[in-house]
C-alpha cells in the first residue's frame, strides 16, 4: 500500500523522462501486484496495480474474469455494470464486454486490417512529407510536436475517419480541447459536447451520402447494425486513441534516438531496421500508462495474490514492458533486439484496434524526419524539455529542434 | 510442428501476417487470423514462434509433434 504525492496523479502515471518513475518500481519491487491507494474515487474498494508482464498479459486476455465495463466509482453507482450506459460512452469499445464486445468490434476490425491500412499507406506518407515540406520552408528553428509530431496523427486521423479538408482545423481544434489535461471535469465535459456533436453531424451526413472515409464504409457496410450514437462513440474513440498516444510517440522517440546517434543513424539510414525499432522504441517508452481499469467478476489469483470479485485492477504498460522475465537488461534501449512481446497497445480482446495503422505512422514518420534533416538536433539543453504531466499518454510538451 | 490459431482470441492486429505471410493471412471479411500452412516447414520454426509469442490475443498456439511428422 502506498500513499500518492499529491499533485503527481495517481502512482501508475509517473514517469522520470523515459522511464517508469522511481516510485512506481520501488512500489512494485519483486511483487508483479501491489495494492494501491487511489484516493476516495472507488469508495474503499481495493485497487490492484499489476506490474509484471504475465501477470498485464494474465488480466488483460482473461475478459471473463475482469471487465472493462465498471468504472472506478462507489459500486453502488457502478453497480454490476448492466444498467444504461451514459451517453458519451455509447459506441466506445473499451467500455464494452463481449458479447456486445465482440458484435461491435466485428464491425470495427476489417476496417483496420494490414491490407486495408497498406492502402492508406501513400496518403500517410503525403501528409509526412507536406508537414516536413513546411518545417524547411519556416525553419530553422522548430518545434517539433506543434510542426510535425502533433498534426501528423492529426491528418492522419482525418483521412480515415473522412473527416472534410475544409473541417480539418475546426475539428482538431475540438479535438485537442478535449484532450487537454489539467482542465477540470466541467471544461472538459464541455470540450467533449462540443466533439460530439460536430461528430453526430458528420455522422447524420455520411448516412445520407457516405463518401469513401471510414464513416461511410460503416455506414454503407453495415447500415442499421450500428447506430448513430455508436458511429459517434466509435470517433471520439479515435480521437482518444489516435492523436495523443502517436504525438507522443514521435516527439519522445525523437528525443530518444537524438539522445542515442548510433542508433538514430541506423534508423535513418537502413530502412530494414526500422521495424525494429519502432517496436523497441514502442516497448521502451510505452507512451499509454495503463489500458482501462478492469473490475474482477470473480475472484482470480493474480502472480500469488488474490484478488476478489468486485476489486478493481490497474495494469501498468511501461512496467510490464520493462520486466526483466520479459527480456534481459529492460531498461536498456537497443533497436538491435529481436521484437519483444510487448504490451504498448494492450493484450486480449480490447488490443489496440489502431496498433497496425499506429505502427505504419511511426515507421514512416520517424525516418522520413530524421532524413530530411540530418542536422536534427534539440535546439535547448536536454535538461530543459519539458515532459507531460496528467497525460493519458507519456511524450514531450515542446521539443524545440534546429538542423 | 503444428499450429493452430483461436479466431475467436484474434484481435485482428495483422501482426503475425506482417511478420510471417507465408503462413498467417488476415481475412478482409472478419479481420481475423487465417492459417495458410498448420505445419509450417523446419526453417520458418524461429519465425512462427516468434509471431505465436507477439501474438497480442494469444491467439496462435504451437504444438509440438513426434519428429516423425515434419
Known sequence: MTTSTAGAGLVHTRRERFGPAEELRRLSAGRPVTRIDVGPGTDGVPVWLVTGHAEVRQVLGDHRRFSTRRRFGPPSSAGRGEGPRPDELIGQLMD???????????????EFTL??????????????????????????????????????????????????????VDFLRRCHAFLAPGRGRQRRAAAGELLSRYVAAMVARQRTDPDEGFLGMLVRDHGDEVTDKELRGVCVLLVLAGLDNISGMLGLGTLLLLGHPDQLAVVRDDPRAVDRAVEELLRHLSVPHAPTPRTALADVTVGEQLIRAGEHVLCSLPMANRDPALLADPDRFDITREPAAHVAFGHGIHHCLGAALARMELRIAYPALLRRLPGLRLAVPDDEVPFRVHALAHGVDRLPVTW | MELRVDRHRCAGSGLCMAQVPAVFDQSDEDGKVLLNAPAPAPELAAAVRLAAARCPSGAITLHERDTADH
Open chain 1, 96 to 110: 464494452y464486454d463481449p458479447p456486445e464486445h465482440t458484435r461491435l468490434r466485428q464491425i470495427l476490425t476489417p
Open chain 1, 115 to 168: 491490407r486495408r491500412m497498406r492502402r492508406i499507406e501513400p496518403g500517410i506518407t503525403g501528409i509526412v512529407t507536406e508537414h516536413l515540406d513546411a518545417m524547411e520552408r519556416t525553419g530553422p528553428p522548430a518545434e517539433l510536436i506543434t510542426a510535425f509530431a502533433s498534426p501528423v496523427p492529426g491528418a492522419a486521423l482525418c483521412e480515415l475517419i473522412g473527416v472534410p479538408r475544409d473541417d480539418r
